[in-house]
């Protein structure tokens, strides 16, 4: 199944399985946003939308899903907030922007859901100014962590919903421009992580 098809099938009720588990979570990794006003913040995979609603308003927000059907509850959402967004359907391992058109951006609950998320990490790289700041909200394993359940369950979870095998630091060598500046555990015992990335300017010394 492809991951068009399958989020296509979850969207009617993707919020009642999703928001609850990280309501309180969203607010939290977003108040690490340092976006001025009309400053540029990129979603990729913003699927619903459920961040729509703890966005700070003065930056200008573009979000991106690769399903029209999450991206309609997303306009939705929008329109209900009076969020000023726009919405595009495109796929964040191949992002439809040009280099550094960007400020900042906010992946949440994406890298382990693609199916190549080393190439999604690559284009926020891509698509982002020198300077710009990344949030990351995820699951990832550690470098080493055995996890046989996890590993076990990636083969089939991964067809439908998401995976659970990622390493982010298996990731960071397919975007060499971006830092880690913060790090820390989000929920599940550290499964979950908020991570902070900032693009290096190429030309400092």
Sequence with gaps: MSLRHAYTLWAPIYDRLVRPAFADLRPRSLARLQAAPGERV???????????????????????????????????????????????????????????????????????VVPQPERALAEVERVLRPGGQVLVFDKFLRPGQRAPLRRLLNPLISRLATRTNVVFEELLPHAPGLQVVHDEPAAAGGWFRFITLRKEDAGRD
């Design 42 to 112: 990129l979603i990729p995979g913003i699927g619903t939308g459920l961040d729509i609603p703890h966005l700070p308003q003065g930056p200008r927000y573009v979000g991106v899903d690769l399903t029209p059907a999450m991206l309609a509850h997303a306009r939705a959402r929008a329109c209900e907030h009076g969020c000023d967004i726009e919405l595009h359907e495109g796929d964040a391992q191949a992002l439809p922007f040009e280099d550094e058109s960007f400020d900042h951006a906010v992946l949440h609950l994406i890298l382990a």
